[in-house]
């Protein structure tokens, strides 16, 4: 793709990295087949093709509108067109860049700038959000279905090994997930007890950043890892790296590196990070998995792989040969690479669009009649479990049993 960039960003660090990603475009159009909204919507300003073009109009000097910020918002970033591209281009990234341009150019509406900045002050916090939850959850059974269903019952976690290991692991905790569903680290633990893995809670932290990040304040979300690193640096000496079992914090600490290469007091660390970041699928598969066989007994599993396990980490089929190799039976699901619709808060701020994509999502892992739904994001299982059928549980959890 031809491009013309405007002289306030030819030549800075985004402008030139954004220009890079633009010129990989070769206009082909195989995105669009694999865009959830495009798809759903029909309008190529909703497709990457589309969007790619809006970006490309930015970088070019021509000042954005409403229509622009309505199209970029629509974007779940799931990166499925980053899968099927055959030119390889980054456009998860360019999007990123063009809504921080966005973000400096167009006003959002009062209502909007206020929902996003109550999700930026409560959701990264746990100290904010718990005794949020915990009301919800004490007035739950007195809701009404369609709030109740939003509120994750209480969960008990159980206890964690204490025994120690030669192999260590910093496993990251995450701010809705330390939260709603607690058991998902605690089976974590367990289960790695087994395969003589230790795992210890890494320190003094809430949100990885991409709550900040993907609501618009990137420079927030910069501060979040800066604050991640300072606390993690010390004590990722003396251990192996950095574990997580949310595949939407992973992606993220995946590209902190990226992120932060032009910050010189953080650069270093941060890529060490990213690349010492570990999803938890990639441990469990490589490491003896011959005591966590025949646990499934056959039981039928419909296993939803977030866009941001298979599209974000390129991680494919690894959780589902675990499962199998652990004795479950694993059901057909009809277009695995579509979004549920979850995408971070892409549900609270496009819940329309989002409850669409839930819908068809839904249809797709229950056609089977599968017995549980396992995924591997809090985010994807907070909202399946929203209207599914069936219970929905993290993948770790079908392997803690014995």
């Known amino acids: 793709m031809q491009t013309h960039i405007a002289e306030q960003y030819r030549d800075t660090p985004l402008g030139r990295e954004a220009d890079a990603i633009l010129r990989s475009c070769v206009h082909c159009g195989f995105c669009t ?196 690193i300072d606390a993690w640096w010390p004590l990722l000496q003396n251990n192996e790296g950095v574990l997580f079992s949310a595949s939407g914090c992973g992606a993220h600490i995946k590209t902190w590196g990226e992120l932060m290469q032009h910050d010189p007091a953080y650069a270093d660390k941060a890529r060490e990070i990213s690349d010492r970041a570990l999803d938890l699928s990639q441990l469990i598969a490589s490491a003896a998995t011959d005591r966590l066989a025949d646990i499934g007994a056959g039981q039928r599993i419909a296993f939803h792989a977030p866009c941001t396990l298979q599209h974000g980490l390129a991680i494919t089929g690894e959780v589902e040969q675990i499962l199998q190799a652990a004795g479950y039976e694993l059901t057909e699901v009809a277009n695995t690479h579509l979004c549920c619709g979850s995408a971070g808060t892409y549900s609270l701020l496009q819940p329309e669009i989002s409850g669409q994509l839930l819908g068809r999502k839904l249809d797709a892992l229950q056609a089977e009649k599968p017995e549980l739904i396992a995924t591997a994001n809090i985010g994807c299982q907070m909202h399946l479990a929203s209207h599914a059928a069936v219970p929905v549980v993290h993948w770790i959890e079908l392997l803690d049993r014995k």
């Open 33 to 228: 087949a694999h865009c959830p909204t495009y798809q759903l919507l029909g309008n190529e300003p909703d497709s990457p093709r589309g969007r790619i073009y809006l970006i490309k109009r930015i970088l070019e000097g021509e000042t954005p509108g409403d229509s622009t910020r309505l199209h970029l918002d629509r974007c779940l970033t799931c990166r499925a067109c980053e899968s099927i591209c055959p030119s390889g281009v980054r456009y998860g990234r360019l999007a990123e860049i063009g809504r921080g341009l966005l973000e400096e150019q167009v006003k959002r509406p009062w209502a909007d700038r206020l929902k996003r900045q109550l999700i930026r002050s409560i959701v990264p916090y746990p100290g904010r959000m718990r005794p949020l939850l915990r009301l919800g959850q004490l007035f739950r059974p007195l809701l009404p279905g369609s709030l109740k269903r939003h509120i994750p019952p209480r969960q008990q976690a159980g206890a964690r090994p204490t025994q120690q290991h030669q192999r260590v692991f910093m496993i990251l905790e995450g701010c809705v997930q330390s939260l709603a569903t607690p058991n998902t680290n605690a089976a974590a633990a367990r289960v790695l007890d087994r395969l003589g893995i230790q795992v210890i809670p890494a320190p003094d932290t809430s949100c990885c950043g991409a709550v900040k990040h993907h609501t618009g304040d990137h420079a927030g979300g910069l501060e979040t890892i800066r604050h991640n």
